[in-house]
């Protein structure tokens, strides 16, 4: 009897639960557009959620691209993070922030708690 390898039905529980919490969280976010944006450009939020993102995809393409040490990688950005706002700052015209940074800081360590987190899912699913 031959089996089938590979089948797009196949999916682990992890896989499923990260599809379905992203998949939620998209359409909450989508459907409550008109709510939202007000509310970010009142607290000037807009800007923050930019950095946050910004820094939670240059942590993943960071780690995929150059598969350093996940602290190593998070370690750097945060760096690289703190380094842009001290540039900014001394340029003149630009305005270097503290909330930036944490915005930036918190993205990157977002993305390493994602890292563990799903590393904790895939042992479980494999024992």
Known sequence: MKKIVNSPFD???ASLIRYITISVCAVLIVLNWDSIVP???KYHLLDKTGHFFGFLFLSWLV???????????????????????IGQHMLGFRSGQWSDFIADSL???CYLLIVYIDNRLMLKVKK
């Open 39 to 41: 509310f970010l450009n």
């Open 11 to 13: 999916v682990n529980k």
């Open 107 to 109: 993205g990157c360590l």
């Open 63 to 85: 780690d995929k691209l150059l598969n350093l040490n996940i602290m190593v990688t998070t370690i750097g950005l945060i760096f690289y993070s703190g380094l842009t706002e």
